[in-house]
């Protein structure tokens, strides 16, 4: 069974300062892919970004960037120069094709402060 | 590229009434999976679709059931509502097959037990 653990509840950001947010995860599996997911008050679940756990180099999408530490199963993302509209709730999640499914950690509320 | 819907947005029902949930994938998806969120929480796998079968459950009784259409389209089905089954229901879509085709998700429907 897959675990994903984010120990934190709330974060808070000014704008334009960077925040991280923390990601470990559990899995038997050797082939996975983790991701992190936003989800705004308008409820959909939206790809921030993903890593291939295979893939040692670190993935960046503009402003987000993940630093994955396979050993110690951590995931944390980065979200540099934080925007208003980066309030949310952010969610990690792991997912391998033996499951077919996506397990999800109980997520992060941030909020970006003007 | 049409994205994924689903209807309808909210729903009240009685506990112990049948409720179904209905979800159109995004263009070129063959597979959709469901979710269920509890309020504060991370969505719960509950199951997949592919090719018209179920390819995938997690841990829901029985009175959570399925179906997917040659449209690629899906229904869930909950029977004998309970109270805890008030949550926000996310149907999201993929290509199966391709290990790495991350989920696209629905803006959800939001039920209600009472």
């Known amino acids: 069974a897959q675990t994903v653990t984010q120990s934190q509840p709330e974060m808070s950001v000014q704008e334009a300062e960077t925040v991280t947010l923390s990601c470990t995860y559990d899995?038997?599996?050797?082939?996975?892919?983790l991701f992190w997911y936003k989800q705004p008050p308008s409820r959909q679940m939206i790809l921030v970004i993903r890593q291939e756990a295979y893939k040692q180099q670190n993935a960046t999408e503009n402003r987000f960037s993940v630093n994955f530490q396979k050993a110690a199963k951590s995931f944390s993302l980065k979200i540099s120069d934080s925007q208003l509209g980066d309030a949310a709730m952010y969610f990690c999640a792991c997912h391998n094709n033996a499951g077919n499914m996506l397990t999800f950690g109980g997520g992060t509320r941030l909020m970006v402060k003007p | 590229e049409t994205g994924v819907t689903q209807s309808p947005t909210h729903l009240i029902k009685t506990r112990g009434q049948q409720v179904t949930l209905r979800c159109s994938s995004q263009s070129g998806h063959n597979t959709v999976s469901w979710y269920q969120q509890a309020l504060g929480q991370g969505p719960q796998f509950i199951f997949q679709y592919y090719r018209e079968e179920e390819n995938g459950r997690g841990n829901f009784p029985p009175r959570f059931s399925g179906l997917q259409f040659p449209n690629y389209s899906s229904e869930l089905n909950v029977n004998a509502l309970e109270l805890d089954d008030s949550a926000l229901y996310l149907c999201?879509?993929?290509?199966?097959?391709?290990?790495?085709?991350?989920?696209?998700f629905g803006n959800g429907t939001r039920l209600t037990v009472t």
């Open positions: 999201a879509s993929s290509l199966e097959g391709a290990f790495n085709s991350p989920l696209h």
């Open positions: 899995t038997s599996e050797s082939d996975y892919y």
